[in-house]
């Protein structure tokens, strides 16, 4: 997509089947700058695959992706991407290094304190509980600035306090005109326009 414009993404006539079952088809919509897109739709309607595409993970579909110039994702995964026999600060510091990001110690220490880990950054992962791993996962979202989010599930596991800092942290990217695309099987609480795509299953 080369043309100035406030459009960071646009699909058009998108068809994606798995195991012989069609997901979704003729799916078509456009993300914006400033934009929260939330995928809502039953199991198995396509919404994981959909993000997967999206960021490129997934490319047995039919359709057409279009994305705004030299455009920057950051895709977080509903599994847990921590080691166990790491510590928070460690896996933070590798999936900063994975993406070609560059942080200082006191920026990695500053989000893990940001997310409420800080008592706990040289723990090792497997004995922190399901909602302070998720909160290692999420952590990248103030260390990588790119201007498009694909979260699956971001807040599943988090307590109320998790729920109100990513929160936060979503309202402060879409303020700065990046743009979020989601799936949640809870609502979402975040004071803004929210923009619904509702996947169906086909067959």
Request: some cysteine; overall charge negative; proline content about 3%.
């Amino acid at each position: 997509m080369t043309e100035s414009s406030s459009i960071l993404c646009r699909a058009s006539n998108l068809l994606c089947e798995r195991n012989r079952r069609t997901l979704f088809s003729d799916l078509s919509f456009e993300l914006e700058q400033g934009q929260l897109l939330h995928l809502k739709g039953p199991n198995g309607s396509g919404k994981t695959t959909l993000l997967k595409i999206l960021a490129g993970l997934f490319i047995d579909y039919e359709g057409e992706i279009r994305w705004q110039e030299n455009h920057r994702l950051i895709y977080s995964g509903h599994l847990f991407a921590v080691q166990g026999q790491l510590t928070p600060y460690e896996n933070l510091d590798f999936m900063l290094g994975l993406q070609g990001v560059v942080a200082s110690r006191d920026e990695v220490y500053a989000a893990l304190a940001a997310f409420g880990l800080e008592e706990t950054r040289f723990s090792l992962c497997r004995e922190l509980s399901e909602g302070q791993r998720k909160r290692v996962t999420l952590c990248r979202l103030k260390l990588i600035r790119q201007a498009i989010w694909l979260l699956d599930e971001p807040y599943s596991a988090l307590d109320e306090a998790g729920t109100v800092l990513l929160s936060q942290l979503c309202e402060q990217h879409l303020e700065s005109g990046g743009g979020l695309v989601m799936t949640s099987h809870q609502a979402i609480p975040i004071p803004r326009s929210i923009h619904t795509l509702e996947l169906q299953p086909c067959s």
